[in-house]
């Protein structure tokens, strides 16, 4: 038998594993994802020192110091916002995907009930003893060949379905791929700000037990105004890398996600069109017919140069067919196998979606609590800049290094 | 050698003649491109009216009796009455509370108008501000031309290129001139103006990239997506930057 389950299509098994859920990201745990070189740090550095040099300069009093003030509450604005609009698409991109997946296994149950009609072992015994009616009305294996002839069109569609279906993931996956890359680029700035957020902090901190002494109203001030607003921000930028991060990973679990489902549709592809190409073979060692399935084999050449690796495959396959449906006394065995084949990649498929659905609503849900909770303080930094839409902005020295 | 008194027209006549082609130079392609449609359409309309007159001469020469002497010299008044008729509608100059409704596709364009007619009145930093803001204006044209009017995004370049531009440079000009370079509350209207420029200037150039982005995205995209499709699906790509 073991020269038999070796049939129409690669022998090692097909396994799809689901992605695991993407699990919620602390703010804590948000900073120090994208490095910073130590060259970024050290100027960053500078910045935040020119910075507190200035502010204390300022009499407390000042409209001055009061605008310096106010440009630590509007820091990291634009790097927030341009974040939190990346958070809008990638939250709807799950959700498509699943929708995606709806469509892909429709196309395969499709494929998977004419497959089954053409099932031999479905088909009664076909190698019975041929009897006085069969030579009126033609062999019962004569009859079951026929059906392939009138299925072909069906698959012919269905295969082309599902290279549109797989042409989108694909799609969908390079659509992933340019989201992540300014998502990185999001991150990186986001990074930079929350490295001045907490530079800003600490030093801040530092300057005002250092004035506590020497002028105990002025480090007050500090204390009570700068240093809570630098605190606040540095909580908000860390609840937007927190959330930013989340959507890059899920964008990832839907990106491998993407990739199984192609494997599994390449391979749905090749078992069935494997299979028929058995059917061909075994049909004329069985009734010395020719069974034409045109469409099949202009499909077969199609698929093969999409799929890479397909067409070597199935010429050293077909070679293997040939040589098996001569020489075994149970061609239809082979074909059996050949449509068994196709059911384990289908139940592959199945058992995959079923999990990565659940990975994915789990992701879906906690990237949307971590969506909501940071809307709120993206509305905290709009009311903020509009109150104060003069100050901040690219001159404010608390701005993220460009590039 | 002291100037003569004719060296000394030619040059004032010269730095005139200077000055007034500072004042009208175009800030942008947009409003040259507006000015130069205008100028095919009178003339076309002008074409076409000259004719029908030359038509119907004809026709009236033919059936009715020959024109002779007094007929033509009728026909070539006529002829420079159709020309100086259709030929002298001016150019319709836009005005700041037209700004508001333009056209979508025009705006661009029309602002750029509007903005060249009053950049002479302008201080010189400002004006200089004003030649940016006429790229920035030619950049952001194209992409307007197929941008959904009923959009939030055509709404906000509305405000900004419609509304905000032409009201801050109009309050400038509504203080009187002598006033503009005193300090009221720490700035002079001149700084004031240039600083709001200077924002403006980036917030058109911010507008005109950000409705950029979904075509840069597109393409991206598409690349990103034959990569994958003839090159493999494990080809992982490792975003620029990540160092």
Do not use: C
Not at chain 1, 224 to 244: G, K
Not at chain 2, 181 to 196: F, K, N, Y
Request: hydrophobic share 40%; proline share 4%.
């Amino acid at each position: 038998m073991s020269e038999v389950t070796a049939t129409a299509t690669a022998t090692d098994e097909l396994k799809l594993t689901p992605p695991d859920p993407v699990p919620s990201v602390s703010p804590e745990k948000a900073a120090g994802l994208v490095p910073l070189s130590t060259d970024q740090k050290s100027k960053l550095g500078e910045r935040v020192d020119g910075f507190i040099d200035d502010l204390v300069a300022q009499d407390v009093n000042s409209p001055a110091f009061g605008q310096k003030v106010d440009q630590i509450t509007n820091m990291g604005r634009k790097e927030m916002l341009e974040a939190a609009s990346h958070s809008n698409r990638f939250l709807d991109r799950p959700i498509r995907a699943m929708d995606r997946d709806t469509d892909i296994g429709q196309n395969l149950i499709e494929l998977r009930t004419t497959v089954e009609r053409l099932d031999p072992s479905a088909n009664g015994k076909l190698l019975s003893k041929r009897g006085f009616l069969d030579k009126i009305f033609g062999g019962k294996v004569s009859n079951y060949f026929a059906q392939y002839r009138s299925a072909q069109t069906h698959i012919g569609g269905i295969l082309t379905a599902l290279a549109n279906g797989k042409d989108e993931l694909l799609m969908d996956n390079a659509a992933i791929d340019v989201e992540r890359r300014k998502m990185w680029e999001s991150m990186g700035k986001l990074e930079q700000m929350v490295h001045i957020a907490q530079t800003l902090d600490e030093k801040l901190e530092a300057k005002a037990n250092e004035l506590d002494g020497i002028d105990p109203a002025k480090a007050k001030v500090l204390r009570e105004n700068a240093l809570f607003y630098a605190r606040q921000r540095s909580q908000d930028l860390l609840t937007q890398m927190a959330v930013t991060v989340q959507g890059y990973l899920a964008l990832d679990l839907v990106k491998k996600n993407n990739v199984e489902l192609v494997k599994g549709v390449d391979r749905a592809s090749t078992t069935t069109v494997g299979a028929l190409k058995t059917a061909i073979t075994v049909a004329q060692a069985m009734t010395n017919q020719k069974l034409v399935l045109e469409q099949i084999t202009a499909l077969n050449t199609t698929t093969a140069n999409i799929i890479d690796g397909t067409s070597k495959m199935l010429k050293d396959n077909t070679a293997r067919i040939h040589e098996q449906a001569a020489s075994s006394t149970i061609p239809m065995e082979t074909l059996q196998r050949a449509f068994q084949n196709i059911y384990d990649t289908m139940d592959a498929i199945d058992t995959f979606k079923l999990k990565a659905l659940d990975s994915m609503k789990t992701t879906v849900n906690t990237l949307e609590g971590e969506v909501a909770k940071s809307k709120g303080y993206i509305a905290r930094a709009e009311g903020a800049a509009q109150a104060q839409a003069s100050v901040g902005g690219a001159d404010s020295p608390l701005a993220a290094l460009e590039g | 050698m002291s100037m003569s008194e004719v060296d000394k027209i030619r040059l004032s006549a010269a730095s005139a003649i200077e000055r007034s082609r500072e004042r009208r130079r175009p800030i942008g392609t947009k409003s040259v491109a507006l000015r130069r449609q205008h100028l095919y359409k009178k003339l076309g309309r002008v074409l076409i009216a000259s004719g029908v007159v030359l038509l119907g001469a004809a026709v009236f020469g033919a059936l009715i009796q020959p024109l002779g002497f007094t007929g033509l010299l009728a026909l070539f008044i006529l002829l420079i009455g159709v020309a100086v008729l259709f030929g002298r509608s001016p150019f319709p100059e836009p005005r700041q509370a037209d700004l508001p409704r333009t056209d979508l596709k025009q705006l661009a364009g029309r602002t750029e108008i509007w903005l060249e007619a009053q950049r002479p009145a302008l201080p010189a930093p400002a004006r200089q501000l004003v030649d940016g803001i006429g790229v920035q204006l030619d950049l952001l044209a194209p992409q307007l031309q197929t941008l959904d009017a009923s959009s939030p995004a055509a709404a906000n370049i509305r405000k900004l290129v419609g509304e905000d531009l032409p009201e801050l440079v109009a309050g400038y000009q509504r203080i009187p001139a002598g006033l503009r370079g005193e300090a009221h509350a720490g700035r002079t209207p001149d700084e004031t103006l240039v600083g709001g420029l200077k924002m403006l200037e980036g917030e058109i150039g911010n507008a005109a990239r950000s409705l950029a982005a979904g075509e840069l995205d597109k393409l991206a995209t598409r690349e990103r997506y034959l990569q994958l499709k003839y090159q493999g699906i494990d080809g992982e790509d490792t975003p620029a930057g990540q160092t």
